[in-house]
């Protein structure tokens, strides 16, 4: 009589597709940043990544939810924003920057997050509105977040909370942009975190209040355009 396989654990059988969607994320991410979501295919997208067609739709039903799936992927870079311990704007530009130079090290992922831009403009798009809701989630948690800050001391009493996140921001997206253009010659985090320490500087109401400091924690989401 033939004995049955024996078949692996369930944790070991679980770690093994998490694995293969893993594998398959990243290699969408490179399909998509570089040939846009039209221009690829989940067939190539699976033999990419060493798994049978059947294998990614077990994992992504469809091509839009597997680039939905991307957007998560790069949105969650930011993570490290939501963490409690940041609560003076010092420690939050930190994280941001820290984060910025994690996603530095997938230049597919960063890559992906430029093409990202153009294709939230384009009607009918999967990606279309996903940068200007990212932007509105930004600043509805971070002008809060910065006016808490200047409200007990550490920001100037004028700051225009807004108009600083703006501007990170737009620092951020323009050194990406040259980067991806040029490495060789844009340290694009390094660049990042001087500039941003250039905007603290400028805003800080008093020399020294910041990166050690632990005013009560605010409230609010924090997200990252």
Known sequence: MRDDPVKPPADQRRARGEA??????????????????????LVDIAAAAGVTDAGLLHHFPSKRALFEAVVDRRDSTYSRM????????????????ESVRDAAGDRDLARFRSSLSASAQLEGHPAEG?????????????????????????????????????????????????????????????????????????????????????????????ESA
């Open 20 to 41: 293969r969607r893993d594998r398959i994320l990243a290699v969408a991410t490179v399909y998509f940043g570089r040939r846009g979501y039209r221009g690829s295919r």
């Open 82 to 97: 939501e963490l409690p311990e940041n609560v003076t704007a010092r420690q939050m530009l930190d994280a941001y920057v």
């Open 130 to 222: 996903h940068v200007a809701k990212r932007l509105e989630l930004a600043l509805a948690g971070l002008v809060p977040f910065l006016n808490g800050c200047r409200d007990r001391g550490e920001l100037r009493a004028d700051l225009d909370a807004e108009q600083v996140v703006l501007e990170v921001l737009s620092v951020n997206i323009g050194l990406r942009e040259l980067w991806l253009q040029l490495p060789e010659r844009v340290d694009y985090p390094n660049a990042l975190a001087k500039a941003v320490d250039g905007i603290y500087e400028r805003i800080r109401a008093v020399p020294g209040v910041g990166k050690d400091s632990r005013p009560g924690a605010p409230s609010g989401a924090r």
